[in-house]
């Protein structure tokens, strides 16, 4: 793919995720920073948050709503330098054993290599979908939009507007789909040097703490959970608009990949893809997954 063409994909695909969103304004508004005992911050009045690690504690923050739906995006500036061990995660989850969830997980190296950017998607407790990439940037020089796009028939992870990789609703397949359980949005910096790079070979180097991670513009035009009652209400896509006595109906609702997007997710797919669970047969010697056998 030529430079040129790139740039126009680029394009095509942030509008494409942009459509229906909002703001999700300042972070004092809609996060909380839940641990880390002052390693994660409010910055520049709400604007930023900084999440830090050393070889006592790492930090993180979780939304103060819940969500079931929605477009959710978050920018983020990675750990730069030598970053080995270290996993910045943003991700959404419901709780109990039970949980559904669906992750970004971005796994630190050393200083030349690239990050690797960890996916998976959990229903009723069980993951173990895991597809992984490395990026067409920097991602420690500078902000990137990470988007989920989640409605009633797909789950669409997103880098920069770019679609990477699609989670498809084949409950008639007897696959378990995240539909019935509210979701948190969460984000963190910890250390998991015992598996995050090379399979845990290479450890943390306490000698570049602390590590820092930084998150801005974050995003959420999706419906607000608050009881049992609101579940049919978020699965319709629609709901009373803020500034009217009226209703809204979400875009994110009915949204999915044309054939041009599936031709731009298969594009990243065979040039950064460097792990895909439905590829990995030595792991499932009992058969695959059935979503594998769709794909």
């Avoid at 990439?133 to 991602?139: A, I, K, N, R």
């Avoid at 397949?173 to 790079?197: C, E, I």
């Avoid at 000698?207 to 419906?223: E, H, I, L, V, Y």
Wanted: with cysteine; charged share 20%; proline share 4%.
């Amino acid at each position: 793919m030529s430079p040129s063409s790139f740039r126009v994909l680029l394009l095509s695909l942030t509008a494409f995720f942009s459509l229906g969103s909002s703001r999700g304004g300042n972070f004092h508004q809609y996060f909380d920073i839940t641990w880390g005992d002052g390693r994660g911050n409010i910055l520049d009045n709400g604007h930023l948050v900084t999440l830090s690690m050393d070889k006592c504690s790492g930090s993180g923050m979780q939304s103060k709503n819940e969500y079931l739906f929605g477009n959710i995006s978050m920018k983020i500036k990675l750990v730069p330098g030598d970053s080995a061990g270290t996993v910045t995660a943003f991700y959404l989850s419901s709780q109990g054993p039970t949980h559904d969830e669906i992750d970004f997980e971005f796994l630190g190296n050393l200083p030349g290599d690239p990050y690797v950017v960890h996916t998976n998607v959990f229903t009723q407790g069980k993951g173990n979908r895991e597809q992984r990439f490395h990026l067409w940037f920097d991602p420690t020089k500078g902000f990137h939009a990470y988007s989920f796009i989640w409605n009633l028939q797909h789950v669409i992870f997103a880098v920069d507007g770019i679609p990477i990789r699609e989670f498809k609703n084949l409950e008639s397949k007897g696959v378990g789909f995240p539909k019935n359980q509210s979701m948190r949005v969460y984000s963190s910096l910890w250390n998991a040097d015992d598996w995050a790079t090379r399979g845990g070979l290479v450890k943390t180097n306490w000698s570049q703490a602390p590590f820092t991670a930084s998150f801005r513009d974050f995003n959420a035009d999706a419906c607000v959970w608050s009881s049992p009652s609101d579940t049919s209400r978020c699965s319709s896509g629609r709901w009373p608009a803020a500034a009217t006595s009226g209703e809204q109906h979400s875009v994110w609702m009915r949204q999915e990949l044309d054939s041009k997007g599936y031709k731009r997710m298969r594009w990243v797919q065979r040039k950064y893809m460097v792990y895909n669970y439905c590829a990995d047969r030595k792991r499932f010697p009992q058969g695959m997954p059935r979503e594998c056998k769709r794909h």
